[in-house]
Structures are given as C-alpha cells and as structure tokens.
C-alpha cells in the first residue's frame, strides 16, 4: 500500500534549526512536496524534491533520498510565524498527491 | 504563481438542503482539480479528480450521487453538496493543477468552512 510517515508534533525554539523527516512508500514516484499550512488555511507549497539531494530556499531547505524513502524539511533562523503544520506528499505514478498527516510545529520564545 | 480561488468561504446551511462549492483558477488553465475534506486536525483527505469534460474520479468510501463534481471548464470546478447532514461539516479544499515545467504542482484555493446544522 501507499503510506506517508512523518512525526505528529514538534516544538522548538525561536531562531533555532528544525528538521522534520517524512518517510514514504508509493507505487511509482514523481517527487516529494512540502506544504506549510497554518490553523484554519489551505495548504501553501513549500518545495518540491524529485532527485536525490538538498533544495535550499531562503531559511527552508528540503532534502531528498529515493532509495530511502526518505525526506526531510530543515527550518532555519525559525520565526513565531513558522508555527504551523507542515504536510510532506509524495506524487505517485499517477501523479496523485499521497498525504502525510502533517507535523505541527510549535515554536516557544 | 498560480491562483485559485474558492467561493463562499464559509456557509453555514440547514441539515437537508445543498450546498455548492466552486473553485476557480483565475490565471492559468487547470488540466485537473482535486477535492479535498479536511476534519479538525488531520490532514487533507482527496475526495475525488476531475479532468476538465469527462466525469470525475471518487475516492473509494466518498459516495459520488452526495458530493456532486462538476467540471465544465479548464478554469471552473464546482462540487455539490447535496442533502447535506452535520457529519458533512468541514473544511473542503480545492486545488487546481497544470502541466509546470517538469512537474504537476497543486495551487490550493483557500478552502469553504461548511457547518451544517
């Protein structure tokens, strides 16, 4: 089956580094997404992964293992504003978006 | 980037009647959208497909004849909520994609609060 793992809650400290990792397993793969989604909001895209190795835009990174299964978001310099939930999807052969149940981060002054 | 709008926002309807949903892409053409339900802390759950002229694709358990997909244009989608009952209450998300360069990304409207009483 197709199955997305990614941790359910996270807190960290405001202007420290998280990483939060996603595990998937999918029937084909046509790349790894992050969406940022605060309470009450759609989803907003964050990054797309489809070959091995790290993206870095701005403060957010994502990095990408295929053989692995293997994702990761890497937060940087974090912000009150970083506090959200952040869903990890893997794109599979049919180019059908697999969801994680999403992470929520809490950031702590 | 791309833009997708959903109209109402929020709609707070009687048990029994229906209720529409539509979902615009306002600056590029969608080959596809997709419904999504979201519950109070969980995450996005597809409802169904929908390729602009042909029928839409349900996920399994959501009953097509109750969440009725209309797809008539390349930038217009509406889903209808119909008989709807509280259980129906929650968070329906649209999103709307095109071919992007190498990859089909998803532009999420902002998503329709729907309570039924």
């Known amino acids: 089956g197709q199955n997305i793992d990614q941790p359910t809650e996270m807190t960290a400290t405001e202007g420290a580094i998280v990483q939060i990792n996603c595990t998937y397993q999918t029937s084909g793969f046509n790349g790894l997404f992050w969406y940022q989604q605060h309470a009450g909001e759609a989803p907003t895209f964050l990054s797309y992964n489809v070959l091995d190795g790290l993206e870095e835009k701005g403060r957010f990174s994502s990095f990408l293992s295929r053989s692995k299964g293997y994702s990761y978001l890497l937060l940087k310099e974090l912000q009150m504003k970083d506090s959200a939930s952040y869903l990890c999807?893997?794109?599979?052969?049919?180019?059908?978006?697999?969801w994680g149940a999403g992470t929520k981060l809490i950031i702590k002054p | 980037g791309a833009v997708v709008s959903q109209h109402p926002s929020w709609v707070i309807c009687k048990s029994g009647t229906s209720v529409k949903i539509e979902c615009r892409s306002l600056d590029f053409q969608a080959t596809t959208m997709f419904w999504y339900r979201q519950f109070p802390k969980q995450s996005l759950m597809l409802m169904a497909t929908s390729n602009e002229g042909s029928k839409a694709t349900y996920e399994q358990g959501v009953e097509k004849d109750k969440f009725l997909i209309n797809h008539a244009s390349l930038t217009l989608s509406t889903l209808t909520v119909t008989s709807a009952h509280p259980e129906d209450s929650s968070f329906y998300i649209c999103?709307?994609?095109?071919?992007?360069?190498?990859?089909?990304?998803?532009?999420f409207g902002p998503g329709t609060r729907l309570t039924v009483l």
């Open positions: 999807a893997a794109m599979d052969s049919n180019y059908q978006l697999i």
């Open positions: 999103s709307a994609s095109s071919i992007a360069g190498d990859y089909n990304e998803q532009f």
